[in-house]
Structure formats: structure tokens, C-alpha cells
């Protein structure tokens, strides 16, 4: 072999190399699943156009997200502000919309300030189980083995209760308060996200680009939190949206029953609860703060499942 033929062959070796890393790469582009584009774009113009009651659903929670934001400079009355000595217990009028409770307080005004204390402790509470369980999930799914096992069977002790029974019984033991209402939610809320994301790890990381990556060298991390993860994050946005809904209904629950939220506060559940004693003379004091509620609620899980619809399409309904 000539000096030619040995330069010749020395030069030919890292470009086969970067030949064979360009190879490699691209098959580990055409291995990650790309994401339809269009079809989304498309499924989320039938959640917003075709179908009215989605479209409702997203106008209420913009509505009740502006109130939370802004209702204090449309409110009309400091919610605060007791007058009881002409002003107990009116009926709606134009000076009151919805009327006055017990102490001459303005029931629109409370509604406006409690839907932002209501939103508030949802997001607490579900930002907090959103990454707390997503953390667990993850890392259970991932790993597996014992790991897996022991993050697991924690997370069945606190499935083993009902929801809401479980949350009662902490913040009864914490104390009433409203910050004791988020603990406690949160507790309940958290292992529900490390089931859901522990399964769609389990079923993302057998796929091929998955095993691409693995054969590559990439490092357990940089797999799950930058090329798993958000191939599973759909299914966490639907369940979040979800469960808004729920957790505003379980804080106004708890509240109602005198665990939550406390006099004076303008919370919908406190509302409710004081606004008992006086149904029969007053309809309005429970009905408004009822309404706004139900509304927030309903609102929400129409989002949630329209959601569902146009983001994962497979578990859409028939």
C-alpha cells in the first residue's frame, strides 16, 4: 500500500464516521413521532367551532378568569363593608344586584372577590399535585423495579381513601383554615397525577425513539424530562382542567362544613354555609353564590372534556 493509498484511506475514516453519526441521527429524527400539526389545528377548530356547548364552556372560564383578575375595580361595594342598620337581608335591586346578607354586605361584591379565592386555592392545589405527581410518576415509570414498587404502594395508601374523606379528616386534624383546605387538598390530589403519568411513561418509553435515544448514550434524564415527558403532557393538561372543577366544588365542600375558608371571607362555600339560616326569607343569600359555583364547575369540565376531544382523539366519545 502506497503513502497515497495510506492518506487516502486516513482521510476516508472520519468522514465515514460522521457518515455514520448522520445515519444514526436521522434515524433517531424519523423514530420521534412527529406531532400532527394539522390534525390538532383541525380538532381544535371543531372544540371551538363545531360544538356550541365547548365553545360556552371556554367563554365562562375566560369570564370567571377576568373576574378573578379585575373584579375588584367592577365590584360596587367593599365586600367587607357591614350596614346593619337599613340594609339587612334586601332583595336584588339596582343599587345591589344580588341583594344584601345578614350584615348589609354586598352579595355581588363577595361573589366577585370569592370567585378569585376560589380560582386561587385550585391553583395552589393542583400546581402543587401537577408536579409533585408528575415528579413521582415519572420517576416510578421510568426506572421501575423496586423503585417503582415502593413509589406505587405509597401512592395506593392514599388511593385506598375516598377523596374527599381523606381531605376531611386532614384538615380537620390540621385545623380550619384555609391554607390547612390546600394542604390537605393537595395531599389527596397529588397521587391521581403519579398513576396517570407513571402509565404513560410506561407506554412511551418502550417506543422506538425511545430505544434510539437509549442506544445513542443519552442520559436517563435528558430521555424522560426532555423527550418523554411531553410526549405524555397531554393527557396531565386534560386531567388538569378537569380537575379545576373538582377542586373549587371539594374547598367550597369543606368550607361549607366549617373546615375551609372562615367567616369573614367571601368564599362561596362560607357564603353558603351562613346563608342557610336564612333560605326562607332570603333566597337570594344562598342562590348566587350557588350559581356562581355550579357555573365555574360546569364550565370547567365542558373544557376538560372538549379538551380530551381534541388533543387525544382516541379517547374521544363515539
Same mark, same amino acid.
Given at each position: 500500500? =502506497?503513502?497515497?493509498?495510506?492518506?487516502? %484511506?486516513?482521510?476516508? !475514516?472520519?468522514?465515514?464516521?460522521?457518515?455514520?453519526?448522520?445515519?444514526?441521527?436521522?434515524?433517531?429524527?424519523?423514530?420521534?413521532?412527529?406531532?400532527?400539526? *394539522?390534525?390538532?389545528?383541525?380538532?381544535?377548530?371543531?372544540?371551538?367551532?363545531?360544538?356550541?356547548?365547548?365553545?360556552?364552556?371556554?367563554?365562562?372560564?375566560?369570564?370567571?378568569?377576568?373576574?378573578?383578575?379585575?373584579?375588584?375595580? +367592577?365590584?360596587?361595594?367593599?365586600?367587607?363593608?357591614?350596614?346593619?342598620?337599613?340594609?339587612?337581608?334586601?332583595? #336584588? $335591586?339596582?343599587?345591589?344586584? @344580588?341583594?344584601?346578607?345578614?350584615?348589609?354586605?354586598?352579595?355581588?361584591?363577595?361573589?366577585? &372577590?370569592? =370567585?378569585? !379565592?376560589?380560582?386561587?386555592?385550585?391553583?395552589?392545589?393542583? %400546581?402543587?399535585?401537577?408536579?409533585?405527581?408528575?415528579?413521582?410518576?415519572?420517576?416510578?415509570?421510568?426506572?421501575?423495579?423496586?423503585?417503582?414498587?415502593?413509589?406505587?404502594?405509597?401512592?395506593? @395508601?392514599?388511593?385506598?381513601? #375516598?377523596?374527599?374523606?381523606?381531605?376531611?379528616?386532614?384538615?380537620?386534624?390540621?385545623?380550619?383554615?384555609?391554607?390547612?383546605?390546600?394542604?390537605?387538598?393537595? &395531599?389527596?390530589?397529588? #397521587?391521581?397525577?403519579?398513576?396517570? !403519568?407513571?402509565?404513560?411513561?410506561?407506554? +412511551?418509553?418502550?417506543?422506538?425513539?425511545?430505544?434510539?435515544?437509549?442506544?445513542?448514550?443519552?442520559?436517563?434524564?435528558?430521555?424522560?424530562?426532555?423527550?418523554?415527558?411531553?410526549?405524555?403532557? $397531554?393527557?396531565?393538561? +386534560?386531567?388538569? &382542567?378537569?380537575?379545576?372543577?373538582?377542586?373549587?366544588?371539594?374547598?367550597?365542600?369543606?368550607?361549607?362544613?366549617?373546615?375551609?375558608?372562615?367567616? #369573614?371571607?367571601?368564599?362561596?362555600?362560607? @357564603?353558603?354555609? &351562613?346563608?342557610?339560616?336564612?333560605?326562607?326569607?332570603?333566597?337570594?343569600?344562598? =342562590?348566587?353564590?350557588?350559581?356562581?359555583?355550579?357555573?365555574?364547575?360546569?364550565?370547567? *369540565?365542558?373544557?376538560?372534556?372538549?379538551?380530551?376531544?381534541?388533543?387525544?382523539?382516541?379517547?374521544?366519545?363515539?
Amino acid at each position: 500500500m =502506497t503513502a497515497d493509498h495510506l492518506a487516502a %484511506g486516513q482521510s476516508d !475514516v472520519p468522514g465515514d464516521a460522521n457518515l455514520a453519526d448522520l445515519r444514526t441521527g436521522a434515524a433517531l429524527a424519523h423514530a420521534v413521532p412527529q406531532p400532527a400539526t *394539522n390534525q390538532l389545528r383541525r380538532n381544535l377548530r371543531r372544540f371551538l367551532v363545531g360544538n356550541r356547548l365547548n365553545l360556552a364552556g371556554v367563554i365562562i372560564v375566560l369570564l370567571f378568569l377576568l373576574l378573578s383578575l379585575f373584579g375588584e375595580l +367592577i365590584s360596587p361595594h367593599d365586600p367587607f363593608q357591614q350596614d346593619i342598620t337599613g340594609a339587612k337581608l334586601l332583595a #336584588p $335591586s339596582w343599587n345591589h344586584p @344580588m341583594g344584601t346578607d345578614e350584615l348589609g354586605r354586598d352579595i355581588f361584591s363577595r361573589v366577585l &372577590t370569592g =370567585t378569585r !379565592v376560589s380560582l386561587q386555592v385550585a391553583a395552589v392545589v393542583l %400546581g402543587f399535585a401537577v408536579v409533585f405527581g408528575t415528579c413521582v410518576g415519572a420517576i416510578a415509570g421510568y426506572l421501575g423495579g423496586w423503585v417503582d414498587e415502593v413509589l406505587m404502594r405509597i401512592t395506593d @395508601m392514599f388511593l385506598a381513601f #375516598p377523596a374527599l374523606i381523606l381531605a376531611i379528616a386532614i384538615a380537620a386534624s390540621l385545623g380550619r383554615d384555609l391554607r390547612n383546605t390546600m394542604i390537605a387538598l393537595s &395531599t389527596v390530589f397529588w #397521587p391521581w397525577y403519579a398513576r396517570l !403519568v407513571r402509565a404513560q411513561v410506561l407506554s +412511551i418509553r418502550e417506543r422506538d425513539f425511545v430505544v434510539a435515544g437509549q442506544s445513542l448514550g443519552l442520559s436517563g434524564p435528558r430521555l424522560l424530562f426532555r423527550h418523554i415527558l411531553p410526549n405524555a403532557i $397531554s393527557v396531565v393538561i +386534560i386531567q388538569l &382542567t378537569l380537575d379545576v372543577g373538582y377542586a373549587i366544588l371539594s374547598t367550597s365542600s369543606l368550607s361549607f362544613i366549617g373546615l375551609g375558608a372562615q367567616p #369573614p371571607s367571601p368564599e362561596w362555600g362560607t @357564603m353558603m354555609s &351562613t346563608a342557610r339560616n336564612y333560605f326562607r326569607d332570603a333566597w337570594w343569600y344562598t =342562590t348566587f353564590p350557588g350559581v356562581a359555583l355550579t357555573l365555574t364547575v360546569f364550565a370547567f *369540565n365542558v373544557l376538560g372534556d372538549g379538551l380530551q376531544d381534541a388533543l387525544d382523539p382516541r379517547s374521544g366519545h363515539q
